[in-house]
């Protein structure tokens, strides 16, 4: 797991937590169930049995791969519209090809990060390159999705390029831990991710033995999701593995700790790290879209099916797929993400 590595954690700023600073305890732990996206690349539902007030701000989050594809195997997903949210992708091993209707994308790999503002409407696709799909290789990566309060849903779409040279990096108070900051703050050092929405991403990477203890900001919620390898969360050691999601409860600090005992193919522990201020609006959520009520879901649909999220650019108008609707709660198809029927809080 690459993404991104120093020869020497040593020379990285520790982050220290403050004296009697407070512990936040474990709220529930699930395990996230596994199914395919897009044109068929495995992913992991890491949100999945969670309520969404537990995760406010974010939505969704899907763990791609890990998986080694053969020759002819890497797929992707085809052109399809998103409303009113943020997707964040991570790529940890493995290449991606980005492009959206507004001119934004790019091919980010090991350790970078792309970061779209869908807002009033954005079609996008993401895809393997066909150096990929021919010779196969691993891939391994995430995709978040953050919510946007109303006032921001209509906002311009915008891209962002996070080159994996760019993140922030510092070390845990024992050495053991390599944090990387995505986006957001941790014990003052500051991610290069720009945030509509007041958030923090994390990606960290124990060693065998290796206790965690990161400062957290008490307004934030704080989600923890194991990407691989095995440990405990919280001062009760709830145990945790690759695929489980941990909620955390009021409190300034995330406990974290790696087993001394790892699987071969996984020597360190790694652990996707989230929180943000939770944004407290309702959430009407179908398919590609996330607003506040079902009546703008529903107009989200009408709108791309009347081409007003735009269209897809000429040189790629042979791949494009019909977005289906038959009713309210019906299965939609040809399009990334897709829940059954409306959710809401």
Same mark, same amino acid.
């Given at each position: ?33 596994? =199914? ?7 992913? %992991? %539902? ?36 998103? %409303? ?34 869908? =807002? ?85 990477? &124990? ?6 203890? &990161? ?7 704080? &989600? ?100 289906? %609707?038959? =009713? ?18």
């Amino acid at each position: 797991m690459p993404a991104v590595t120093v020869s020497d954690i040593t020379v990285l700023p520790r982050i220290v937590s403050e004296p009697g600073a407070r512990a936040r305890r474990v709220k529930s732990v699930t395990t996230a169930p596994q =199914g395919f996206e897009g044109e068929g690349f495995p992913v %992991r %539902r890491a949100f999945a049995g969670v309520d969404l007030n537990d995760l406010d701000p974010f939505i969704h989050l899907d763990q791609m791969g890990e998986v080694e594809y053969a020759p002819g195997e890497p797929k992707g997903t085809p052109w399809h519209p998103h %409303r009113g949210f943020e997707t964040v992708t991570y790529i940890i091993d493995g290449i991606f090809d980005h492009k959206d209707n507004h001119g934004g994308g790019g091919t980010i790999t090991n350790g970078d990060t792309q970061w779209m503002t869908a =807002g009033a409407g954005i079609l996008h696709i993401e895809t393997p390159p066909e150096h990929l799909v021919v010779s196969g290789g691993l891939f391994h990566g995430f995709q978040l999705w953050v919510n946007l309060p109303a006032a921001k849903k209509w906002s311009t779409p915008a891209y962002q390029d996070i080159r994996a040279g760019d993140v922030g990096l510092l070390a845990s108070h024992d050495g053991g831990t390599l944090i990387r900051v995505i986006a957001g703050e941790v014990g003052g050092h500051k991610g290069p991710g720009s945030t509509q929405t007041p958030i923090t991403i994390v990606h960290a990477t &124990l060693a065998p033995g290796a206790e965690l203890r &990161l400062p957290w900001r008490k307004d934030y919620n704080a &989600l923890a999701y194991t990407l691989n390898g095995h440990g405990t969360v919280g001062e009760e050691r709830q145990p945790v593995q690759m695929g489980q999601l941990a909620v955390m409860a009021d409190g300034d600090v995330l406990v974290i700790r790696a087993d001394q005992n790892q699987e071969s193919r996984s020597p360190s522990m790694d652990v996707l790290i989230l929180g943000g201020e939770p944004i407290r609006e309702s959430v009407a959520w179908m398919g590609p879209f996330v607003m506040n009520t079902k009546a703008e879901v529903l107009q989200a649909f009408d709108d791309f099916q009347k081409g007003l999220l735009g269209t897809v650019p000429a040189e790629h108008v042979a791949v494009k797929k019909p977005l289906q %609707r038959s =009713g309210e709660g019906s299965k939609l198809q040809g399009i990334h993400n897709t829940p059954d029927g409306i959710q809401s809080n």
